[in-house]
């Protein structure tokens, strides 16, 4: 049996999250229960284990004359009642779990209220378990809603979601709110020893602190971590370097970046995949830095546009990385930041009154926005992130073969971008939910056309507007082709569908451009090639 399963709480003394622990304490010491609970957290959390466990709480024979009195005190589920066993491992008839996700429509509530009317054949209270809830369509909710208003008797619904947004206010209304909140590293680490020591494994605190790290506030993924990087009944060293990277592999990363050598990332990420190296841990890794960084920065009161630049750094890679948020609330705290740093994001529009002279690179004229100092004496940012100190403005950028090439192209034309489509139209409208259905069949192809632009539509031909030649071979690519086509195909209920990618400069102007803003986009591609390719 997996460890996450085989170690995961019995009792409400065993919970973790402490919060979540005391409310539930408050249930048993009260002696009454709700008809419906709604547990609300991140993923791994144990909302399903804490579901398990009151079921087991209101099902133990010690604690019925509680229920039946509506007075006392209820004891902790004990472990020896064979009722108690089949609920805590899942197989128990009393107990209905239900996935969502997987059963979201009216007739999979309609049928589960036929289950509910069912009296079991053991047990006392029925307890329905109904995960990540929020995928429940609206008419099934209409339907859920009647039962949480006239339940049946001695049933307790437990709705849990990761999505506490999606439910509907008047579901909530009728439940009561347990939040669940991330782990913090000191709670997953203690959890790791106590099954390191059940196990006879000796296990490193450091280990322990990159599992919990790694791990993202997940109880679930950090055990299923640490499983993975035993070996012969003891931690390995090179499993754990594969499945948790280490800080020198981050550091060397951000050393490439620092210099925009397109030559050093590739070279990364190759030898990163000959040594089996874990993607998610090395996105949670490089993410973890920039955070610790900037966090340092603003203890330090360093100047401003040094957490400019880490922002920009940090908004560009959690934007780009999994095709949704990789770390949990990543999007808001950059926006927090973003609106006190007063600067604008790299990532906007221009402004049309700047000199429309030869294009810089993106974090460049961020760092000189407000120096007059030339693009080559301004500070790399990446450079900054790496060192502890100010550097000088004056300082010269460390100079690679890359960086050579573009200063000794610095001076060729460019290509001239053509007119960006109108943001209007069928194809424009459909959009949200062309993103939304490509998400479910491949979060790689989201993550493109997240770039892209809907075009024009003429006829069976659909127009989608790309900036980068790297995305327009990766989507013409057979196996992304084809799910493109599926998922317009259905959207837009168009048979034998075309798609044409325009890419946003002329083709007769089109040159070799090895420019600032050029490298820029190199590099860019570099990394979303080496990301996207590890599908999830």
Request: with cysteine; net charge negative; charged share 25%.
């Amino acid at each position: 049996m997996a460890w996450y399963r085989q170690y995961r709480p019995q009792n409400v003394s065993d919970l973790h999250i402490a919060p979540v622990r005391e409310q539930l304490q408050n249930v048993l010491d009260a002696g009454q229960f709700a008809h419906a609970y709604l547990f609300a957290g991140p993923k791994g959390t144990g909302k399903t284990s804490s579901a398990r466990i009151l079921a087991r709480v209101l099902n133990d024979p010690r604690n019925q004359s509680v229920i039946q009195e509506g007075k006392g005190k209820f004891v902790e589920p004990d472990g020896k009642d064979p009722v108690l066993a089949k609920i805590a491992e899942g197989r128990s008839q009393v107990v209905i779990e239900q996935d969502a996700a997987s059963h979201r429509g009216i007739d999979d509530v309609r049928q589960l209220q036929e289950h509910i009317s069912v009296v079991p054949t053991e047990g006392f209270v029925r307890v329905v378990i109904l995960d990540e809830v929020h995928m429940l369509t609206n008419e099934a909710f209409n339907a859920l809603l009647k039962m949480l208003e006239e339940p049946p008797k001695n049933v307790v619904f437990v709705l849990a979601t990761t999505e506490l947004h999606k439910v509907p206010a008047t579901v909530q209304s009728r439940c009561q709110l347990i939040r669940f909140r991330q782990a913090t590293t000191d709670e997953i680490a203690g959890v790791l020893h106590t099954i390191a020591e059940a196990e006879e494994i000796t296990l490193d605190d450091d280990i322990a602190a990159r599992l919990a790290k790694v791990a993202n506030g997940s109880f679930r993924d950090a055990v299923k971590y640490f499983e993975q990087i035993i070996r012969d009944g003891a931690v390995s060293p090179e499993l754990a370097a594969a499945v948790l990277g280490s800080d020198e592999e981050v550091t060397d990363l951000l050393r490439a970046l620092a210099t925009k050598d397109v030559a050093a990332v590739s070279e990364y990420f190759t030898n990163a995949r000959q040594k089996g190296v874990s993607f998610r841990a090395l996105e949670q890794a490089l993410l973890a830095a920039l955070q610790e960084r900037l966090s340092r920065a603003i203890q330090r009161q360093e100047a401003k546009k040094t957490l400019v630049n880490i922002v920009d750094l940090l908004e560009h890679f959690s934007q780009r990385l999994g095709g949704s948020e990789p770390v949990e609330g990543i999007a808001l705290e950059v926006a927090c930041y973003r609106w006190c740093v007063g600067e604008k994001s790299s990532n906007t529009d221009p402004d049309p009154n700047e000199a429309k002279s030869t294009p810089k690179s993106k974090t460049t004229t961020m760092a000189c926005e407000k120096e007059d100092i030339s693009r080559e004496q301004a500070v790399p940012v990446a450079e900054r992130i790496m060192t502890e100190q100010e550097v000088s403005p004056t300082q010269n950028t460390p100079k690679t073969a890359s960086s050579s090439a573009v200063e000794a192209s610095a001076t060729q034309p460019l290509r001239k971008p053509v007119s960006k489509p109108a943001k209007e139209g069928p194809l424009h409208k459909e959009w949200p939910g062309i993103l939304l259905a490509m998400r479910e069949k491949s979060t790689a192809v989201e993550s493109l056309l997240r770039n892209a632009e809907p075009g024009r539509l003429e006829g069976s031909a659909v127009h989608i507007a790309l900036s980068l030649p790297f995305h327009k071979e990766r989507l013409e690519t057979t196996k992304y082709a084809r799910a493109v086509k599926e998922v317009f195909e259905q959207r837009l209920g168009i048979t034998d569908i075309e798609i044409v990618y325009d890419l946003l400069q002329r083709p007769d102007e089109a040159v070799v451009d090895v420019s600032a803003q050029a490298h820029d986009d190199l590099l860019v591609a570099a990394v979303e090639e080496a990301l996207l390719s590890v599908e999830t």
